[in-house]
């Protein structure tokens, strides 16, 4: 927007002075620009929903080492697919509440407003990503059994994403390594897709983002369920 902004006033000074021969006639498909802090705290939500679950599940599920209730979870005379769907429903309500503060933060401070009627499919696009992280995070916690271990590894990695995988700044304006790297990386697809349906003048087909968003959630829960099953 600053370099659209730039090369508008040149050509319009130039205009003026009569020493251009371009003329620009800009046509926008909205009446206001999205302001940076409510594209950020818009992606500030997506990543909260990523973190929520996936670290909420992680702790669940690391906690049962740290605590030696492991045991109890082995010895119980029920199937381990109710205990990991135990595990990752705890992790999607706790991330709820976290995903919820940041919000209203979000909302009050940062200026994100969201037309109403977008409200259900963005709610569909949150629960798969909430779901695909929370089964992912399920995996992380069987495997490294330690808070310590745990808490850092995924708050990096997913903060690291929110610079590197279009939470700051859309992945088309990023570099071009970065872009094909984005293509790969499941934290952009949550924040491309969610951005798109809430800040563009008219959302995309959902059809392709609901593919995409319920191969990761399918995908999450079972890596999950087999890390769990095999540490168990």
Do not use: C
Request: proline fraction near 6%; hydrophobic fraction near 50%; aromatic fraction near 8%.
């Amino acid at each position: 927007n600053a370099r659209l902004r730039l090369d508008r006033v040149i050509q319009d000074w130039g205009a003026e002075l009569g020493q251009s021969p371009i003329t620009i006639d800009q046509i926008t498909t909205r009446p206001d620009d999205i302001w940076r802090r409510s594209f950020i705290g818009g992606s500030a939500v997506v990543l909260a929903v990523m973190v929520g679950a996936a670290l909420n599940s992680a702790l669940i599920m690391a906690r049962e080492w740290e605590h030696r209730t492991v045991k109890e979870l082995q010895l119980a005379p029920r199937a381990r697919a109710g205990i990991i769907a135990g595990k990752i429903v705890a992790g999607l309500l706790a991330g709820m509440v976290s995903t919820a503060i940041t919000l209203l933060f979000a909302t009050t401070i940062f200026g994100l407003r969201i037309p109403p009627e977008r409200i259900p499919m963005l709610l569909l696009y949150a629960g798969l990503v909430a779901i695909g992280f929370a089964g992912l995070g399920i995996a992380v916690g069987a495997w490294l059994k330690d808070y310590r271990a745990v808490q850092p590894l995924i708050l990096v990695t997913l903060a690291g994403s929110f610079f590197a995988a279009g939470g700051f700044s859309s992945v088309p304006t990023l570099p071009a390594g970065v872009r094909a790297f984005d293509q790969y990386w499941p934290p952009s697809w949550a924040f491309e897709i969610i951005n798109n349906h809430t800040f563009m003048a008219t959302p995309p087909d959902p059809t392709q983002p609901l593919i995409l968003l319920g191969l990761l959630s399918v995908a999450g829960v079972t890596v999950g369920a087999m890390a769990a099953r095999r540490q168990l």
